[in-house]
């Protein structure tokens, strides 16, 4: 509790120079953006993948000699992930100028960032935050993923039509909206297109057992399997199916990406039978695609991830929209953003009524410890 | 027959459990220590394999006792330079507890800095679906509850019928007696500890085994609930331990099964406080003669 509370006091001296600091620093040959992500603690990976991605796209919108004639100056700030320290990293960028706002990364954080940017009528867009309501905050706040309830639609959808699936059953993560976002989603779409929905199965977070659950679905022999999570438990809980016998297809959402590897080679036969919907095709032959995944690993010595991908798209298009209204009046921006027609790395993204994307899926199975896509698909 | 998987299911996982909790009753038999550290050291094993296994690329012969004489190592080191000393000056109950912790701490820090905070992948043996009839169970649940009734029978032998394990029995039935026969009781204390800690090694292949998935901080909730078993069982008590790890395991698994699903954690810590109104000293650990 104590360390905590230093750690804040310490945060806050910190935040309060970067106040003073951004107030001289206002300068008007550029134009300013700022950018949240958690660059440390739990979900550093993806805020790391985001910020790494933006700072290459921005940069290399500035060798083409910036936006509205003048440089954009990214600035981004850790929250480590936290909804506290976010909105106050918020209004620290705030201080420092931004025209426009790129974050923040996860669901939380982002909904909290987006109350306050609504506030103040920030341009915002977040690259990654899933959870739907997000964006129902106010008409200034956009996204780049896709929601979760989408995913649990899209995924019913296909296995119903093209897995010719007549019952399912899910196990998800009680404890994580992005889990019970896509479970409630499936769970609903799949009963109105009259698949039986055996069984519907959740488990706490942290788990790492997951038998008992899998032994109760085994029993009722469904066609298809959703798993609504991230890698680290699609590995555990696919091992576990296959070590109960479970010979059904597994399902699941974009946490599936990288998921081949989180599992050794004797394992990686587990995949075999499974389908899940990503937001890109790293296998597409796409020259600007495989440009940027070459251009990312030699900068910063990996392979980029979803959240990278959406974030090189996200500053695209918000630079984009700032272009073309032609100054940096939040109205503007805003309004440019909302008829955002822009072909990406992801695909060709239009925003709807609640400022989602509208963009095809990628339904993607594994060869081996390959991701191979099968095909791009959509439902309404 | 669901009820019966559920029921295997159960033991697979109360093994883990079970040779877990074998090392907390064995330290705290002999010199009255919560070892909380000993969750940990199931992290280093895991390591220990991955390294071996994965960095190294040599067979699972190797990593195996590679992995177990590791975490023997560890354990001891662990008692030479963390309680020693306080055993030694005889400090308070509290201290040693702290330390405990302390180096609980550092262990799960210090393998998040060498291997960073993701989980990694690990595999150990091939799964393989056996048939009973109509009951299917996998490979790593039967390997797990064979393996753990095994560690079980061959410790009893070792401190039944061997010398150091005798030693063991004399060291926690009196030290100060001991020591006046001419026991080395702190070359004791190190050898159990090591034994423990060669324990928790064997659970943390089995572990890998069943759960394909390390990382740093594993040992909380896995030693947590070892320590729940060991006081289950009655702390102090070999057969105890195992005993309370396997009811611990059915426990959770069928709630899971018929109560809910997220309860588990609630239902494993209720019954450690059920136990403790209505009988501290745990299933088996009444008769002062069976600790170690």
């Given amino acids: ?380 | 027959m669901d009820f019966l998987k559920h029921i295997i299911n159960g033991l697979g996982l109360g093994s883990i459990y079970a040779l877990v909790a074998l090392g907390y009753s064995m330290v705290y038999g002999i010199v009255q220590l919560i070892n909380f550290a000993h969750g940990d050291i199931i992290m280093v094993g895991g390591y220990t394999l991955y390294v071996v296994m994965a960095s190294l690329g040599l067979p699972l012969w190797v990593a195996v006792p590679a992995s177990i004489l590791l975490c023997a190592l560890v354990g001891m080191i662990i008692e030479r330079v963390a309680y020693q000393r306080l055993l030694v000056h005889n400090a308070a109950r509290i201290s040693l507890l702290i330390t405990a912790m302390g180096v609980s701490i550092f262990l799960q820090n210090s393998f998040m800095l060498m291997f960073g905070s993701a989980p990694k992948h690990i595999s150990v043996f091939p799964s393989q679906l056996i048939r009973l009839g109509s009951l299917e169970m996998d490979s790593s649940t039967a390997i797990n509850i064979v393996v753990s009734v095994m560690m079980m029978a061959a410790l009893q032998i070792l401190v039944n019928k061997s010398k150091i394990g005798k030693a063991m029995k004399a060291t926690s039935e009196d030290s100060g007696a001991a020591k006046l026969m001419g026991i080395n009781t702190y070359k004791v204390i190190a050898f159990t500890f090591a034994l423990g800690s060669a324990m928790a090694a064997v659970g943390a292949i089995l572990y890998c085994n069943t759960y394909p998935q390390i990382k740093p901080d594993m040992g909380n909730l896995l030693g947590l609930k070892a320590f729940v078993a060991a006081v289950l069982g009655g702390i102090g008590s070999i057969p105890g331990a195992m005993l309370g790890g396997y009811i611990l395991g059915v426990a959770e698994s069928l709630t899971m099964a018929y109560i809910s699903t997220t309860l588990t954690d609630a239902v494993v810590f209720g019954i450690l406080i059920l136990m403790l109104s209505v009988k501290p000293s745990g299933l088996m650990g009444k008769n002062r003669k069976e600790k170690v």
């Fill in chain 1, 1 to 380: 509790m104590k360390k905590r509370r230093v750690l804040s006091l310490v945060s806050a001296a910190v935040m309060l120079t970067g106040i003073v600091a951004g107030c001289k620093s206002k300068e008007d040959d550029k134009i300013i953006i700022g950018g949240l992500a958690p660059l440390t603690g739990n979900v550093a990976q993806y805020g790391q993948a985001v910020d790494n991605a933006v700072k290459m796209a921005i940069e290399e919108i500035n060798e083409k000699g910036g936006i509205l004639g003048k440089k954009i100056d990214y600035r981004s700030v850790d929250e480590k992930g936290d909804p506290t320290e976010a909105v106050n990293a918020y209004y620290s960028l705030v201080e420092e100028g931004i025209v426009a706002l790129i974050g923040d990364v996860t669901s939380k954080p982002s909904k909290s960032v987006a109350q306050k940017a609504a506030e103040d009528n920030m341009p915002m867009i977040t690259p990654s935050g899933s959870e739907e309501s997000i964006t129902k905050v106010g008409k200034n706040v956009f996204r780049t993923c896709f929601i979760d309830p989408y995913q649990g639609k899209l995924m019913a959808d296909y296995a119903f039509k093209k897995l010719n699936a007549k019952s399912a059953a899910i196990l998800f993560d009680t404890g994580d909206p992005y889990s019970t976002g896509i479970a409630d989603a499936f769970d609903a779409a799949a009963k109105e297109l009259g698949m039986t929905v055996t069984n519907k199965e959740g488990y706490a977070s942290g788990s790492t057992d997951f038998k008992t659950q899998l032994t109760k679905i085994q029993g009722s022999k469904p066609d298809v399997l959703l798993l609504p999570v991230y890698y680290n438990d699609v590995a555990l809980i696919a091992v576990q199916a296959k070590q109960i016998g479970i010979t059904a297809k597994l399902l699941g959402g974009d946490g599936w990406a990288g998921v081949q590897n989180q599992l050794d080679e004797k394992n990686m036969d587990v995949l075999a039978n499974s389908y899940f919907c990503n937001q890109y095709d790293p296998t597409s032959s796409d020259p600007d695609m495989q440009n940027f995944l070459k251009k990312y690993k030699e900068r910063y010595k990996t392979d980029p991830i979803m959240f990278a991908v959406l974030g090189y798209d996200t500053a695209y298009i918000l630079t984009a929209a700032i272009e073309r209204a032609g100054s940096t009046d939040p109205d503007k921006i805003i309004e440019e953003l909302k008829k955002t027609d822009y072909d990406g790395l992801t695909g060709k993204t239009v925003f709807n009524e609640n400022r989602n994307p509208v963009r095809l899926a990628y339904i993607t199975t594994f060869e081996g410890k390959k991701e191979k896509v099968l095909e791009s698909y959509s439902v309404d």
